[in-house]
């Protein structure tokens, strides 16, 4: 694991902090999520300390996929909020602080005044990494974030076929627009694997995220394969680099964690 970003330190709000590394997609559903889980979980194997922040306001998933759905994070002093701990992650999620059934429409100075809370009244102590899982899409986490810490840049996730490729292309303008510097894409459910044959199907297609990366000059992290472990690892709240870490999907996200 070397450090990201030449290990530029997370800015004033997060002094304590090496590397923030962003986590995006252009659109949801596409394992934006999986990913962030899997690579903090990777690093912090590696020996790195690694605080994940879920940010997705919009369908945090995090609570579920570390399997702390049913915990709440407590304040030592009223004011701050310790992050809970599981699988060798410090984890905080807007899903801990607001109800999984709450519709909730968040707008530009509340989704702003949320974000901060979670940056900067969680006891993250020291880290090395801080991976953030941010909302899919839209551009107003990233820009209150440029705002208002310095990450050392973004992770794009995309699948491989043509409809999400356009999705990640208009996600590289956005952190352009932002001055977040793009680290690279990782392509996920990327071709399925029989495990009784090993015949590989590319079910959505294969290599467009490669094709992307070379196309934008930045550099390919990996490929995930499309898997059922990887769905029940996120389903049971071990990550699969964790529950099956011999596996061939494991492998691939510790080549990303290398390769980031
Ligand atoms: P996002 O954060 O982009 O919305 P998630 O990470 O929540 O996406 O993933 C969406 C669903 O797809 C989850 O049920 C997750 O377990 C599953 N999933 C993600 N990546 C894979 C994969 N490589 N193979 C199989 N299932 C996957």
């Known amino acids: 694991v070397r450090a990201a970003g030449g290990g530029m330190p997370g800015g004033?709000?997060?002094?304590?902090?090496?590397?923030?590394?962003?986590?995006?997609?252009?659109?949801?559903?596409?394992?934006?999520?999986t990913v962030a889980l899997n690579l903090a979980t990777a690093l912090a194997q590696h020996g790195a300390k690694v605080g994940l922040l879920d940010a997705d306001f919009y369908g945090p998933s995090v609570p579920l996929m570390t399997g702390l759905a049913d915990k709440k994070p407590v304040s030592p002093d009223g004011k701050s909020l310790d992050p809970l701990l599981a699988h060798g992650l410090k984890v905080m999620s807007i899903g801990f602080l607001v109800e999984a059934d709450q519709a909730l429409i968040w707008r530009g100075p509340m989704l702003h005044g949320a974000l901060m809370q979670l940056v900067r009244d969680v006891n993250w102590g020291e880290l090395d990494y801080l991976v953030l899982d941010l909302p899919p899409g839209t551009g107003d986490v990233a820009l209150s974030l440029s705002q208002s810490i310095r990450a050392a840049g973004a992770v794009l996730v995309t699948t491989p076929q043509d409809v999400a490729l356009a999705d990640v292309v208009r996600a590289k303008q956005m952190f352009d627009k932002v001055h977040i510097p793009v680290l690279g894409i990782v392509e996920n459910m990327s071709q399925f694997v029989c495990p009784n044959c090993s015949h590989a199907t590319p079910i959505?297609?294969?290599?467009?995220?490669?094709?992307?990366?070379?196309?934008?000059?930045?550099?390919?992290?990996?490929?995930?394969?499309l898997d059922l472990k990887v769905r029940e690892s996120g389903d049971s709240g071990v990550p699969v680099v964790v529950g099956a870490k011999d596996s061939l999907e494991a492998k691939a996200f510790q080549e990303v964690a290398r390769n980031v």
């Open 12 to 33: 004033a709000l997060l002094p304590q902090v090496k590397n923030v590394i962003l986590v995006g997609a252009g659109k949801g559903g596409v394992g934006k999520s």
């Open 204 to 225: 959505f297609n294969h290599g467009g995220g490669r094709k992307a990366a070379e196309m934008f000059g930045i550099p390919f992290l990996g490929e995930i394969p």
